[in-house]
């Protein structure tokens, strides 16, 4: 017996073997029809013993194995079904007779035998047999179960007959030896009188009958039986049969304490679990009615005891596997009783003792095998290993069958089958070839026998003939990890997004690349600042009323859940061109093509323009934009991404992508709008430091200086322009800038509206920069130092108060004051074009364009000091200023009085100014002090005076007269008197400020200076007062004057000052001691003229 | 083919864990023993109580090594996984790069050779 079954279990052992053949020429599919109908009636419960007989049908038995049939009784062939087809009656001899040579095949161990006749209908001339039964057709046949079921009934007959021949036939002397096939030579010439011999024979006929008794359904003796088989074999040592009688005993408790059955799928029988449990409890009444024995409680302890316990099934089986593995002969039955006990320890759960068991049945060896008979080894090893619930294992062995169906031994292989089975190991290897399950959560399996596998399914399907599942599969192999070959295949074959269908009803679902690069972050890109669409009126409305009641609320609103929904606050416009960023890398060690690469969107109409790129290998991240033009208004929402790598197109969906960071994906698109664009007389420039700006000029110019920039606008979008307005704004300067930046006239460009696309307009505007260069402080700071070293006597000058000590020698050179003063000044402003027109106008959109404009500015003529010198009065004096020219050209500088003074570059001089006005207009002059300069290049420049300096010129408000002897004195002015005379002296102050001055008191000392240092305040016999000397002066009103009136009588001749001093009683006022700088007056006393 | 015998062993390291009542898992013996015999080679299985597996094939004909001395290796083998995870810049999961694991298993290896 060279044929294992590898369905085998351990109920087979209480069926009969019925095998049903077709004979002649009979239609595959019409006797598998057939067969079905027999197979059908797989337990016969017979009439009168209540026992039920269970038939095993085989439509193909090799009779080798029928030789077994003594070994156990399973094996034997006790019925013969034939199916033929006879259409006319002249074929019946003919067909009767190879019936007969039919069931000489199994001659020796029929039972009984039928013979089902198709196309006939009784019209044969010779008598009915019981063994023939005629059909019309295959169709018609409605009695065959009938049939069956009565042939079943016979073989029970005949089976138990023999069963009660042999059960009784103990008493007799001759019993015969019951041989396996491979033994009978073994036997020959043995002494069959000895003791040995005899209860050998004993042993084997005990065993036989137990084979029987379960057959017949009598489950009780059949353990009795077996019982004493084993006891006899034992002691004689007959292991085959000591194994046998073992095996018999553990299919018997086995039937006993599963009646549900060990088989776990249909084989041939097909007992449901009702049906088995009735069967289950119909053996055991029928075993007791037969022996005839009271269902007492004695009875069914022994039969407990008879029937081995769970573990002990397995042990006996153990044992007889142990057993037959001392025959090599018994291979086949070693084999199938190691499968019986796996099947039993599966249903017991003790998966590990099975796998031991399994194990051992790898390494039975059955000598040559057939491939086919390889394939179905493993094949079962597997299905085995499934039913423990080792699916590794189980995955293993199914691929071994896998390969062993294309072994290059095989003339034809079978890429097919062993493609179906590979597909079938999959689930073993945790690997599912659905994309979406490979997605999520973390990786599982055995990475590199997944690996492996998947190139065995792309190999396998393409040695199929099927390059379009090769292509999917190597898609999916390369999600997981590299290969490059897939795009030689694409290139027959090109890999789409369809659903591949198997002729078997598995799907294979698109593969899409999503890994291919993998993308990290998708964000929607706002527009150029120059094309964003701004909302004319009634954005603030509209975007509060939706969010919060709240102006401002710390508390964001958590929708961290649709934030792929979420709305994006910045709109795209119809008809330009958007841009969508993606962060990618391609995580591949080789360089990734990725061609037609575009946006997958919803909403509105959107003209994805693909981009291809190239990602060098293990790339880091890199950004990739891809563009598109919304056609239509609305809001857009972008769904995903397409790609085509390797000729493979793919479909991303962002939902479907695990770690990818997004801002949101949908946008309002907004209708469409004109396109300025903007150019301009000069050159552009780097864009300014902060503003978002679409342009930028950049110029220089000198202080003073003026230029034209013409900006010409083009419309180059589609829609007319309707409107255009035009605002500057200056950016934030520390200078402070006379005069107006920019300035222009947009009524010319206005008449040109509406602009048509295509139609340009140009506006001049005028940049003249007008900034104070003058160094502040240090200026003053001069001025007050070269106030002492000029004037050298403190005599009176409208800023002599403000001397301060002088605080160090500075240098006073032209070198160090022009590094100090030679910066270049900036100054910036932003010219903003608003626009708008079209569809969009009339939604309230507008757009702008802004023109950063940028000026440095050099300095060309500033002042670098600013000095006063007293003039001879105090109504009077020279202001120095030291004017630089800071530029690389000479310079003519021209006052107002046409006074020119040329300046060569990088030249200061000084220019002296006499200052001549009256109080009065003092402040009016110094504002229009503007000293303008002539450059030689034809430029006007104007230079400014600080205004600090121009307070500090201003003169004070009370104004001071001194009049001696009639004659009004100033500081130069000697007044001459003669000695004896009543000199009249008047003191008139005059209140130009704007708050009433006083009390004052004043106090006319006289002191004579004898030009040495030394002045002589001791005077008393010299100069004498006529009246006081000390005046008093209460409240002076604005606008109103005081006179205080004295005289002074001079004793002698020569030169004498008076000293006014002046004491403050208000003490609560502090007034400026500028303010009462009066006059020193110089008398002149003379001799008396002789008369 | 290594990779298939240390995979289908797993079902055996499954059954084994699944086998110890769930009572006991907390003092279960992380070596698992033999896994299985094969005509070439020997399996040996041992598990964590995190569940991570590992798996040493030794030659059949490698008689040298004793229960014992597999069971020292496992320990080895996991006191150095274990310090593999202590570190801070490994991501769990990542191929381990460590070269004081590689040296604790190549020195291993040469032992067992």
């Known amino acids: 017996m060279s044929v294992p079954d590898y369905m085998q279990c351990a109920e087979d052992h209480q069926t009969a073997l019925v095998v049903v053949q077709p004979m002649g020429i009979v239609p595959e599919d019409q006797f598998f029809r057939i067969y079905k109908r027999i197979a059908s009636v797989s337990q016969v419960s017979i009439r009168d013993s209540q026992r039920v007989l269970f038939i095993r049908y085989r439509h193909h038995y090799p009779p080798e194995n029928n030789e077994w049939g003594d070994f156990q009784t399973h094996r034997k062939v006790v019925g013969l079904i034939s199916v033929t087809s006879c259409t006319t009656t002249k074929e019946w001899p003919q067909t009767s007779d190879r019936f007969q040579g039919q069931k000489e095949v199994f001659g020796s161990t029929l039972y009984d035998s039928r013979l089902l006749v198709f196309g006939l209908q009784g019209e044969v001339a010779e008598q009915q047999r019981t063994d023939v039964a005629f059909y019309p057709s295959y169709d018609d046949c409605p009695d065959v179960e009938k049939r069956v079921e009565d042939f079943v009934e016979s073989i029970f007959i005949v089976l138990e007959s023999k069963r009660l021949d042999r059960a009784t036939d103990k008493s007799g002397d001759k019993i015969q030896l019951l041989c396996a096939p491979f033994e009978k030579k073994d036997f020959v010439g043995l002494d069959t009188d000895s003791r040995h011999y005899k209860k050998r024979c004993q042993g084997r006929m005990r065993k036989h009958v137990g084979d029987l008794c379960l057959q017949a359904g009598m489950l009780q003796d059949a353990l009795v039986h077996y019982h004493m088989a084993v006891e006899l074999l034992r002691s004689v040592n007959d292991f085959l049969w000591l194994g046998a009688a073992l095996e018999g005993l553990c299919s018997a408790s086995v039937i006993f304490h599963y009646p549900g059955g060990t088989a776990w799928k249909s084989g041939a029988r097909k007992p449901g679990v009702s049906s088995a449990a009735d069967a289950g409890k119909r053996h055991r009444p029928g075993a007791l009615t037969t022996n005839g024995i009271s269902a007492d409680t004695s009875t069914e302890i022994g039969r407990a005891k008879n029937c081995l316990s769970q573990e002990d099934i397995i042990e006996k089986y153990k044992e007889a596997i142990s057993y037959y593995g001392k025959y090599k002969s018994a291979g086949v039955i070693e084999l199938e009783a190691c499968i019986k006990a796996v099947r039993v320890l599966a249903i017991q759960k003790r998966a590990r003792e099975a796998s031991e068991c399994l194990q051992n049945v790898v390494y039975i060896n059955l000598g040559q095998l057939s491939e086919e008979e390889k394939i179905q080894r493993y094949s079962v090893l597997s299905e085995l290993y499934e039913l423990i619930g080792f699916h590794r294992k189980s995955a293993f062995f199914k691929r071994v069958a896998a390969m062993q169906c294309v072994a290059p031994t095989i003339p034809e292989p079978g890429w097919k089958a062993c493609y179906k089975l590979l597909l079938e190991t999959l689930p073993g290897y945790s690997l599912s070839l659905d994309p979406k399950d490979f997605s999520k959560g973390t990786h599982r399996g055995w990475a590199a026998v997944q690996l492996r596998l998947l190139h065995e399914l792309v190999y396998a399907s393409r040695r199929m003939g099927n390059p379009g599942l090769s292509v999917r599969h190597l898609s999916f192999l390369l999600k997981k990890e590299v290969t490059q070959s897939l795009e030689n295949y694409t290139s027959k074959c090109p890999g789409g997004m369809e659903v591949i269908s198997l002729p078997d009803g598995l799907k294979l679902p698109p593969v899409s690349f999503t890994k291919l690069p993998i993308v990290r972050s998708v964000s929607l890109l706002n527009l150029p600042v120059s094309l964003r669409p701004h909302k004319v009126k009634g954005l603030l409305g509209q975007g509060m009323s939706s969010a919060s009641p709240f102006i401002y609320s710390p508390i964001t609103m958590h929708s961290r859940g649709d934030e792929r929904s979420k709305k994006i606050d910045f709109q795209w416009v119809q008809g330009d061109v958007c841009e969508v960023q993606l962060m990618v890398y391609n995580p591949m060690p080789f360089e990734l093509r990725v061609e037609n690469m575009g946006l997958l969107t919803s909403g509105v109409d959107f003209e994805s323009l693909p981009a291809a790129l190239s990602l060098p290998a293990e790339s880091g991240l890199y950004p990739v934009t891809l563009v598109g033009v919304p056609r239509t208004a609305g809001n857009i929402t972008i769904n995903g991404y397409h790609t085509s790598v390797f000729g493979v197109s793919s479909d991303c969906l962002l939902e479907g992508l695990v770690g990818v960071k997004s801002s949101g994906c949908m946008v309002e698109v907004v209708p469409s709008l004109p396109r300025l664009q903007l150019c301009t007389s000069l050159p552009r420039s780097a864009h300014l430091s902060s503003e978002d700006l679409s342009t930028s000029v950049s110029l220089r110019l000198f202080n003073g200086e003026m230029q034209q920039l013409t900006i010409t606008l083009e419309n180059i979008g589609t829609e007319t322009l309707n409107t255009l307005e035009l605002t500057s704004k200056n950016l934030s300067t520390k200078e402070k800038l006379f005069g107006e930046f920019l300035t222009w006239d947009l009524q010319d460009a206005l008449s040109h509206l509406p602009l048509k696309s295509g139609q340009s307009v140009s506006i001049p505007v005028n940049i003249s920069a007008k900034l104070d260069f003058s160094g502040q402080e240090n200026l003053l700071h001069d001025l007050n130092d070269d106030g002492i070293s000029v004037t050298g006597l403190p005599v009176s000058s409208p800023l002599r108060q403000v001397l301060k000590p002088r605080a160090e020698n500075k240098p006073v050179g032209s070198d160090a004051s022009k590094n100090e003063f030679n910066h270049v000044k900036m100054l910036e402003a932003v010219l903003t074009f608003k626009y708008s027109g079209g569809a969009g106008q009339v939604e309230g959109y507008s757009r702008e364009l802004s023109l950063g404009v940028r000026v440095d500015v050099e300095p060309s003529v500033f002042f670098t000091r600013v000095s006063t010198l007293p003039a001879t009065s105090t109504r009077q004096c020279h202001l120095l200023l030291d004017v630089f020219n800071s530029t690389e050209h000479e310079l003519t500088l021209s006052a107002k009085n046409n006074q020119d003074l040329v300046l060569h570059a990088s030249e200061c001089q000084r220019y002296t100014h006499t200052h001549t006005q009256t109080p009065p207009s003092l402040k009016a002059i110094s504002q229009s002090q503007r000293t303008s300069l002539l450059l030689r290049n034809e430029l006007f420049v104007e230079g400014v005076l600080n205004q600090l300096i121009l307070e500090h010129l201003q003169l004070a408000p009370l104004q001071w007269d001194v009049v001696v002897n009639g004659k009004p004195c100033d500081c130069d002015v000697i007044a001459d008197c003669r000695v004896g005379d009543a000199v009249p002296l008047e003191v008139k102050l005059t209140n130009r400020s704007k708050s009433a001055v006083g009390p004052f008191s004043l106090t006319v000392v006289p002191f004579q200076d004898y030009q040495n240092g030394v002045q002589n305040y001791d005077l008393q016999d010299a100069v004498s007062f006529i009246g006081s000397n000390t005046f008093y002066i209460s409240t002076v009103k604005p606008t109103e004057n005081s006179v205080c009136v004295g005289a002074l009588l001079f004793l002698y001749t020569g030169d004498f000052y008076l000293n006014i001093k002046f004491q403050d009683d208000s003490t609560a006022r502090d007034l400026p001691p500028a303010w009462f700088c009066l006059p020193s007056v110089h008398v002149k006393a003379q001799e008396p003229v002789e008369l | ?113």
């Open chain 2, 1 to 113: 083919m290594f990779h298939y015998t240390v995979h289908t062993s797993l079902d055996v390291v499954e059954e084994k864990i699944s086998g110890v009542g769930k009572a006991l898992a907390d003092q279960r013996e992380l070596y698992l023993g033999l896994l299985y015999p094969t005509e070439d080679y020997k399996v040996y299985g041992y598990v964590t109580n995190s569940k991570v597996k590992f798996v040493i094939v030794v030659d059949s004909s490698n008689t040298s090594l004793r229960d014992n001395e597999i069971r020292s290796m496992f320990r080895k083998l996991h006191n150095s996984f274990t310090d593999v995870m202590c570190n801070p810049f490994y991501n769990p999961g990542d191929p381990i790069q460590s070269k004081a694991f590689d040296s604790i298993v190549s020195t291993m290896m040469v032992q067992a050779c």
